[in-house]
């Protein structure tokens, strides 16, 4: 997910579905449907912000369809392909001590338990095992290669400090 000051990425529309103008969407939440708890979206495509209204959706198989208020043809629908849907970061469920949204930890510095800089965390990857980590070398870095770091809290993901920007792994820096 990326994040401005005021907005979070939470999906993006990828296809159309059937000829109503519904649409599929690609949910960064978890659980996937909890995209149809926000009602009021941005819609982000081209640099253009367009502001919609969800009419309704649910689960269709693994994923997730919507219908946007106003898009009652697929014609109509197709002009909202590629799409990242932003809500008000404001209006994300406050998470449990130890949780994060991945804008939250994007940026942050990664150091190994020994103190050495490995760079800085750039993004995630959803993998069916767990999350993956990004970390792209930053010119403290140890040096210049990318590393891919399991996000295991507890087990290699030692320490999340928000306030410092910086984030604690027990791994190999020869990984």
């Known amino acids: 997910m990326a994040e401005s000051s005021?907005?979070?990425?939470?999906?993006?529309?990828?296809?159309?579905?059937?000829?109503k103008g519904w649409l599929k969407v690609y949910s960064f939440?978890?659980?996937?449907?909890?995209?149809?708890?926000?009602?009021?979206?941005?819609?982000?495509q081209d640099g253009k912000r367009i502001p919609a209204k969800l009419e309704e959706g649910r689960r269709q198989g693994q994923g997730i369809v919507i219908r946007l208020k106003g898009v009652d043809d697929r014609d109509v629908a197709q002009r909202y392909c590629g799409a990242d849907i932003l809500v008000p970061t404001e209006q994300l469920a406050e998470l449990p001590k130890g949780d994060y949204y991945w804008y939250q930890l994007e940026g942050l510095e990664v150091f190994t338990v020994e103190d050495e800089c490995l760079g800085i965390m750039h993004h995630m990857l959803e993998t069916g095992a767990n999350d993956v980590l990004v970390v792209q070398a930053s010119p403290a870095s140890i040096d210049q290669r990318?590393?891919?770091?399991?996000?295991?809290?507890?087990?290699?993901?030692?320490?999340?400090?928000l306030a410092n920007e910086r984030m604690v792994v027990d791994w190999d820096p020869d990984f």
């Not at 939440?29 to 982000?44: A, E, F, H, K």
């Not at 990318?146 to 400090?161: G, N, W």
């Open 6 to 19: 005021q907005e979070t990425v939470i999906g993006r529309i990828t296809a159309v579905f059937g000829i």
């Open 29 to 44: 939440t978890d659980p996937r449907d909890g995209v149809l708890n926000y009602r009021n979206w941005t819609l982000v």
């Open 146 to 161: 990318e590393r891919l770091i399991p996000y295991l809290p507890d087990e290699i993901v030692m320490q999340v400090d």
